[in-house]
Nanobody, 116 residues
Framework: QVQLVESGGGLVQPGGSLRLSCAASGFTFSTYAMNWYRQAPGKERELVAS????????AYADSVKGRFTISRDNAKNAVYLQMNSLKPEDTAVYYC?????????WGQGTQVTVSS
């Protein structure tokens, strides 16, 4: 059974930091590129950050470049999103996504709220 389970969300003040984790199981994690998406209320889901299978390549949305860092640990079947200098506009549900040529999987999401 494929599972992607996000954790680490919560309420944080502007300028603060959070680290999201996504634990994967039920598929060969190292053969999938991993992505973090987010969806704010009333908005479409958007791609925030991507990392290749071997961590060689990463990519970020312009809105988070320089503030967010994606990483993965293939030995632990996990992907992370370190979020620094958080802004109110970062408030959203954050989703973990696994993707390769054979298909993709989604997690259930974790809420991140940036507010004073």
């Amino acid at each position: 059974q494929v599972q992607l389970v996000e954790s680490g969300g919560g309420l944080v003040q502007p300028g603060g930091s959070l680290r999201l984790s996504c634990a994967a199981s039920g598929f060969t994690f190292s053969t999938y590129a991993m992505n973090w998406y987010r969806q704010a209320p009333g908005k479409e889901r958007e791609l925030v950050a991507s990392i290749s299978r071997t961590s060689l390549n990463t990519a970020y949305a312009d809105s988070v470049k320089g503030r967010f860092t994606i990483s993965r640990d293939n030995a632990k079947n996990a992907v992370y999103l370190q979020m620094n200098s958080l802004k109110p506009e970062d408030t959203a549900v954050y989703y973990c996504n696994a993707r390769n040529s054979g298909g993709y999987y989604w997690g259930q999401g974790t809420q991140v709220t940036v507010s004073s």
